[in-house]
């Protein structure tokens, strides 16, 4: 990380950043996936304060929050000062997935990675903000599968396979009677759906040298 020259790579951002505003027409120029927690403020006060875009946050309930939590998705909002979206899947079917979940893959938690790498995507999709901003691609910061330089972006495929375990929504259908219903939160946008609007995930710590601990340290202290 030290030998990058991360200030050519912050000029690349802002002028990739640039060629996605919308100054006249009030439009959200981004869509930010937030969750409340130190990595949240440091990519939206980042994104408003450095990079100066006018993003619209997106949330995905993952049903384990803390007070904290809560009063942090609030601070989030308000102090910022950004618009928030929040998807709450209701409980009895969250928990038939999670049931479910744990006899195919052992896992409590596909629900929670499903949800939020899913969520951001068809509300772009939807309401036609083709610019999704990520914090950082763990394939790149926490394991090495990537260089910073290969500027990786978000896939379906990386998705599956790393983040839910080999199983998409579609892989669950008729499993422990999961129905179309159930799971139709976590079913991703068609390609079509995707090239239509333009849809694509940047990741900051591609531009930006990454540190979590500075970072978490920075937002512990500006905004408590």
Same mark, same amino acid.
């Not at 981004?30 to 100066?52: E, Q, Y």
């Given at each position: 990380?030290?030998?990058? $020259?991360? /200030?050519?790579?912050?000029?690349?951002?802002?002028?990739?950043?640039?060629?996605?505003?919308?100054?006249? /027409?009030?439009?959200?120029?981004?869509?930010?996936?937030?969750?409340?927690?130190?990595?949240?403020?440091? #990519?939206?006060?980042?994104?408003?304060?450095?990079?100066?875009? !006018?993003?619209?946050?997106?949330?995905?309930?993952?049903?384990?929050?803390?007070?904290?939590? +809560?009063?942090?998705?609030?601070?989030?909002?308000?102090?910022?000062?950004?618009?928030?979206?929040?998807?709450?899947? @209701?409980?009895?079917?969250?928990?038939? *997935?999670?049931?479910?979940?744990? @006899?195919?893959?052992?896992?409590?938690?596909?629900?929670? *990675?499903?949800?939020?790498?899913?969520?951001?995507? @068809?509300?772009?999709?939807?309401? @036609?903000?083709?610019?999704?901003?990520?914090?950082?691609?763990?394939?790149?910061?926490?394991?090495?599968?990537?260089? +910073?330089?290969?500027?990786?972006?978000?896939?379906?495929?990386?998705?599956?396979?790393?983040?839910?375990?080999?199983?998409?929504?579609?892989?669950?259908?008729?499993?422990?009677?999961?129905?179309?219903?159930?799971?139709? !939160?976590?079913?991703?946008?068609?390609?079509?759906? #995707?090239?239509?609007?333009?849809?694509?995930?940047?990741?900051?710590?591609?531009?930006?040298?990454?540190?979590?601990?500075?970072?978490?340290? $920075?937002?512990?202290?500006?905004?408590?």
């Amino acid at each position: 990380k030290d030998k990058i $020259k991360w /200030h050519q790579k912050f000029q690349k951002l802002k002028k990739l950043t640039n060629s996605y505003r919308d100054n006249f /027409h009030g439009k959200n120029d981004c869509i930010l996936p937030v969750s409340g927690a130190r990595d949240s403020f440091f #990519i939206v006060d980042f994104v408003k304060n450095k990079l100066g875009l !006018n993003p619209l946050l997106v949330n995905y309930n993952k049903h384990y929050n803390s007070l904290i939590s +809560h009063k942090n998705l609030s601070k989030i909002r308000s102090i910022i000062g950004c618009s928030l979206i929040t998807l709450t899947v @209701k409980p009895q079917t969250v928990k038939k *997935i999670t049931k479910a979940t744990i @006899k195919k893959m052992g896992s409590i938690y596909w629900h929670c *990675i499903a949800g939020q790498t899913v969520f951001p995507v @068809k509300i772009a999709c939807k309401l @036609k903000i083709p610019l999704i901003i990520w914090g950082a691609h763990q394939g790149v910061d926490q394991v090495g599968m990537y260089s +910073h330089h290969d500027e990786v972006e978000m896939t379906r495929k990386y998705r599956k396979e790393h983040d839910l375990l080999g199983y998409e929504a579609e892989d669950l259908l008729g499993f422990q009677g999961l129905t179309k219903s159930d799971l139709e !939160n976590y079913f991703y946008p068609s390609d079509e759906e #995707i090239k239509r609007v333009g849809v694509r995930g940047i990741y900051l710590n591609n531009y930006i040298r990454w540190d979590s601990l500075s970072q978490h340290n $920075k937002m512990l202290k500006k905004y408590n």
